[in-house]
């Protein structure tokens, strides 16, 4: 089974400039999750979609960061202009809509990650 | 406000002993608990998984002990190898979010043969 595909995966940019993140879940896995994991840091939700709806966005800084998810599958995250603060790496994940036995829940699967400098 | 906190940031052990990597948790409603596995350049993957309803979970050299009353879990490994080195993260859920997890720190274990 193919896991989860991230790209590019490292990316240098300028402050105040805009970067775009890809992300295709596992096949057949309606549930998707944006991380951002700053250094030292655990992975913290920015975004979960439900097939192509948003399910919770409560974390995303609207003012600079947007996502899409066309279609319930590929998705791609925004941040448009960034900020130094924004280095981090960008992690994606998917997941089963339902647990069936929620006794064995294996959470998210997580793609490699985009590593993003701002400079 | 972190709901999971892992306090060590790093842990070394000698290879073969055992390993002890602890989770502290706030939020009464979480009911299920996993711990995640990272190597460099890697997506956190599953390693191990407890829920609310018990205490130990084993699998392998793997075993997750779950303390309520403390709102504490622990991740031992037994016997560490040198290829357990990497960063270990709790999270947590809740029963009315299953799907919505909450990340500790991440613990940087390091085993030295």
């Known amino acids: 089974e193919a896991g989860v595909a991230q790209s590019p995966r490292y990316k240098i940019i300028e402050k105040r400039q805009s970067v775009a993140f890809w992300c295709n879940p596992i096949?057949?896995?309606?549930?998707l999750y944006w991380y951002q994991q700053i250094l030292g840091q655990g992975p913290k939700l920015l975004i979960q979609?439900?097939?192509?709806?948003?399910?919770?966005d409560s974390q995303l800084p609207k003012d600079r960061f947007s996502a899409e998810r066309l279609k319930g599958v590929d998705s791609t995250l925004k941040i448009q202009p960034a900020k130094l603060e924004d280095s981090a790496v960008y992690l994606c994940?998917?997941?089963?809509?339902?647990?069936?036995?929620?006794?064995?829940?294996?959470?998210?699967?997580f793609g490699p990650g985009t590593r993003l400098t701002v400079l | 406000d972190q709901q999971v906190k892992q306090n060590s940031p790093s842990l070394s052990v000698q290879e073969g002993r055992i390993s002890i990597l602890n989770c502290d948790y706030t939020?009464?409603?979480?009911?299920?608990f996993l711990w995640y596995k990272k190597y460099p350049a890697e997506g956190p993957t599953f390693l191990i998984s407890?829920?609310?309803?018990?205490d130990k979970n084993e699998d392998g050299r793997f075993t997750v002990f779950l303390n309520k009353s403390a709102k504490h879990l622990s991740l031992h490994i037994v016997p560490s190898q040198p290829g357990d080195s990497a960063v270990y993260f709790c999270?947590?859920?809740?029963?009315?979010?299953?799907?919505?997890?909450?990340f500790g720190s991440g613990t940087k274990l390091n085993v030295k043969p």
């Open positions: 994940a998917s997941s089963l809509e339902e647990e069936v036995d929620r006794g064995h829940r294996r959470g998210q699967f």
């Open positions: 096949s057949g896995h309606a549930t």
């Open positions: 979609f439900q097939n192509n709806g948003v399910v919770d």
């Open positions: 939020n009464s409603m979480f009911d299920y």
């Open positions: 407890i829920s609310s309803i018990k």
């Open positions: 999270a947590a859920s809740t029963y009315y979010n299953f799907n919505k997890f909450y």
